[in-house]
């Protein structure tokens, strides 16, 4: 079976290797009947895709069909940039944006992205949510500070294996809930650039 990691512009396939055959086998992937590419590992990207499309992408093995799903591209979501308007953040590593990249965060909807450019980006703990995408450019940061204080109101969580009360992480998903399980779906964090806590 396929499984799907999809964009506006880009497909990533995935599936898994059966156990009996060996390690030299080559898949062939087809878009829409085109043969696109082979690849030996089990898993394939699409790129320079239109967004918003529905494409079939098929999978063969030695000769035959290994497997076929149908796949549409997302739409273009708008950039929130966080270094422009209103957000004003500063990638100088020396400013502290905490506060305006957390704004561009709790604004961004399932048809928007929050956006990092290039450049430092010192920040303390940041809360993301449920159905949204940050995208951190190649030459961008997220630089996490050195102050304890900035990773505070502490949240319940285990360390070593022990529940308690510890500094929140630079990115956050949730907090650690034994009733009610994990609450947030959908979140995706992509780029060439660096997070470093």
């Given at each position: 079976?396929?499984?799907?990691?999809?964009?506006?512009?880009?497909?990533?396939?995935?599936?898994e290797?059966?156990w009996?055959?060996?390690?030299?086998?080559?898949?062939?992937?087809y878009l829409?009947?085109?043969?696109?590419?082979?690849?030996?590992?089990?898993h394939f990207?699409?790129?320079?895709?239109?967004?918003?499309?529905?494409y079939?992408v098929?999978?063969?093995?030695?000769?035959?069909?290994f497997?076929?799903?149908?796949?549409?591209?997302?739409?273009?979501?708008?950039?929130i940039?966080?270094?422009q308007?209103?957000?004003y953040?500063?990638?100088?590593?020396?400013t502290?944006?905490?506060?305006?990249?957390?704004r561009a965060?709790d604004d961004?909807t399932?048809d928007?992205?929050?956006?990092?450019p290039?450049?430092?980006f010192?920040?303390?703990?940041?809360?993301?949510?449920?159905?949204?995408?940050?995208?951190?450019?190649?030459?961008?940061?997220?630089?996490?500070?050195?102050?304890?204080?900035?990773y505070?109101?502490?949240?319940?969580?285990?360390y070593?294996?022990?529940?308690?009360?510890?500094?929140?992480a630079?990115?956050?998903?949730?907090?650690m809930?034994?009733?009610?399980?994990?609450?947030?779906?959908?979140?995706v964090?992509?780029?060439g650039?660096?997070?470093?806590?």
């Amino acid at each position: 079976m396929l499984k799907t990691v999809v964009y506006c512009n880009s497909i990533t396939i995935y599936w898994e290797k059966e156990w009996e055959l060996s390690d030299d086998v080559e898949y062939s992937v087809y878009l829409n009947g085109k043969l696109t590419g082979k690849t030996f590992r089990t898993h394939f990207c699409l790129n320079g895709l239109n967004a918003g499309v529905e494409y079939i992408v098929r999978v063969e093995r030695l000769g035959k069909v290994f497997d076929e799903t149908t796949v549409c591209t997302g739409k273009i979501k708008k950039i929130i940039d966080v270094s422009q308007a209103p957000y004003y953040a500063i990638g100088d590593g020396k400013t502290i944006n905490t506060t305006v990249i957390q704004r561009a965060i709790d604004d961004c909807t399932t048809d928007k992205c929050v956006y990092i450019p290039d450049g430092v980006f010192l920040t303390g703990a940041l809360k993301l949510h449920s159905d949204m995408e940050l995208f951190i450019s190649a030459n961008a940061v997220l630089q996490g500070t050195a102050n304890p204080s900035d990773y505070e109101p502490r949240i319940q969580s285990r360390y070593e294996g022990i529940e308690r009360k510890c500094y929140k992480a630079l990115l956050n998903l949730g907090e650690m809930s034994h009733s009610e399980g994990c609450l947030y779906k959908n979140v995706v964090i992509r780029g060439g650039g660096k997070i470093l806590g």
